[in-house]
């Protein structure tokens, strides 16, 4: 039996019937993925619009932290998912992967877009619980006997705990800037082996159409000398005709002579 083209091979036009379910399933897979990741890429677009705006909270942080998470995970996922396709190389394999790569683009943008705005201000504080509020209303509504250095005490103690507020969340903050510049790193080395893919797939395409440009080009080549041909053997067949209408002149007018 005659191998496979390689060609044809690698694009994985030919697949045998009982391969067949196994790729439909491979890109059902992919395609789940990429449904998946297509819904936190929305939520990780809306969280990036929270920050630096009054919806910018610590907690709309640390759910945009776990938008940007599941995103990457979901990458790496979808990247092993492509490395073991069974015909990875088929037309409609490579549309889902280049579709995944516009995702994973617009991700790396968006991680880079939320470095810089978390890096540039911090989030909202919460109210304070309502037990200090109460504390407050009550140290306000103290009687003029209270003393200034219980005044001054407690009010050392809420400067002390804003500043210590503060610098949770600038910690938190660093941390999850440094988070999302590994992720930006990551995600873009991932979009960098699915476009290795992706380009090895447009050689193999670019060598075929070479081969059928060449072949097209060979096939007018011969055309061309076909009818160069046709029309040599009509001039010899004309210059034939030609000789032996002259032969038979000379040859009449021999035995014109001879006769008289």
């Excluded at 009054?54 to 790496?76: G, K």
């Excluded at 503060?166 to 873009?188: F, M, T, Y």
């Excluded at 699915?194 to 447009?202: P, Y």
Aim: hydrophobic share 45%; glycine share 4%; proline share 3%.
């Amino acid at each position: 039996m005659a191998p496979e083209p390689r060609a044809v091979r690698e694009l994985g036009l030919l697949s045998s019937p009982a391969s067949r379910p196994s790729v439909d399933q491979a890109n059902s897979e992919l395609k789940a993925l990429q449904f998946r990741a297509v819904t936190d890429y929305n939520r990780l677009r809306d969280g990036v619009a929270r920050l630096g705006s009054d919806a910018d909270t610590v907690r709309a942080r640390q759910q945009l932290s776990s938008f940007s998470q599941s995103f990457r995970d979901l990458a790496v996922e979808f990247k092993q998912k492509v490395a073991s396709h069974p015909a990875r190389d088929a037309a409609s394999t490579q549309k889902l992967i280049r579709d995944f790569q516009t995702l994973l683009k617009g991700s790396e943008k968006l991680m880079s877009i939320a470095r810089e705005r978390e890096a540039a201000s911090l989030p909202v504080a919460a109210a304070p619980p309502r037990g200090a509020q109460r504390d407050r209303a009550a140290a306000g509504a103290s009687p003029a006997a209270a003393t200034a250095a219980q005044e001054q005490k407690q009010a050392l103690l809420a400067t002390e705990n804003a500043l210590v507020f503060n610098e949770a969340l600038i910690e938190e903050r660093d941390a999850a800037v440094r988070a999302i510049g590994g992720q930006i790193g990551e995600v873009h080395q991932i979009f960098q082996d699915l476009a290795v893919l992706v380009s090895d797939q447009g050689a193999a395409l670019d060598d075929i159409e070479a081969n059928i440009s060449r072949a097209a080009a060979h096939t007018g080549e011969a055309n061309v000398q076909l009818v160069q041909a046709e029309r040599s053997q009509r001039a010899a067949r004309g210059s034939w005709c030609v000789l032996l209408a002259a032969a038979a002149a000379v040859l009449l007018v021999l035995i014109l002579i001879i006769a008289a």
